[in-house]
């Protein structure tokens, strides 16, 4: 999936059986960051589940689901930051994310449904760059 200005590239490297994914960002034909979320017996990785860049290419975000069926429930967003070249988990942020679709709004915000035990479904908003900044 090619950003919006072109630069970048997100490629979503599948394997077989299980349909786990390794996720590279390449600048041409260059590989800047990758991420394996595979496993051996292609049972407890994650499967690419949705994807997308914000409309200023600063971001690629991603959310998985577990290849082996286990908490099926559950559906962890990444962040990808091309200023840091550099992923974030977007739930230890929100709480556990409950739905694999997010919507991407302007000034890089992004909307998801998180849930956490004992309570009703809700949706979190967050600007994406909170996770990228230093803590004091």
Do not use: C
């Not at 200005?5 to 600048?27: C, K, Q």
């Not at 559950?74 to 200023?83: D, E, G």
């Not at 919507?103 to 449904?113: C, D, E, H, R, Y």
Request: glycine content about 6%; cysteine-free; proline content about 7%.
């Amino acid at each position: 999936m090619e950003s919006p200005d072109r630069a970048l590239r997100a490629v979503a490297v599948v394997r077989a059986p299980g349909g786990e994914s390794r996720i590279e960002i390449r600048r041409h034909d260059a590989v800047i960051l990758a991420k394996s979320y595979t496993s051996p017996d292609g049972q407890h990785g994650y499967v690419l589940e949705h994807a997308q860049w914000t409309a200023d290419s600063q971001f690629f975000v991603f959310s998985m689901s577990s290849s082996g069926g286990h908490q099926p429930w559950r559906f962890p967003v990444f962040v990808y930051s091309r200023r840091h070249n550099a992923l974030a988990p977007l739930d230890q942020r929100t709480g556990p994310i409950t739905a694999p679709d997010f919507q991407l709004g302007a000034a890089n915000v992004i909307t998801v449904s998180v849930q956490s035990k004992g309570e009703v479904s809700k949706k979190v908003r967050m600007k994406l760059a909170t996770l990228f900044s230093v803590k004091p």
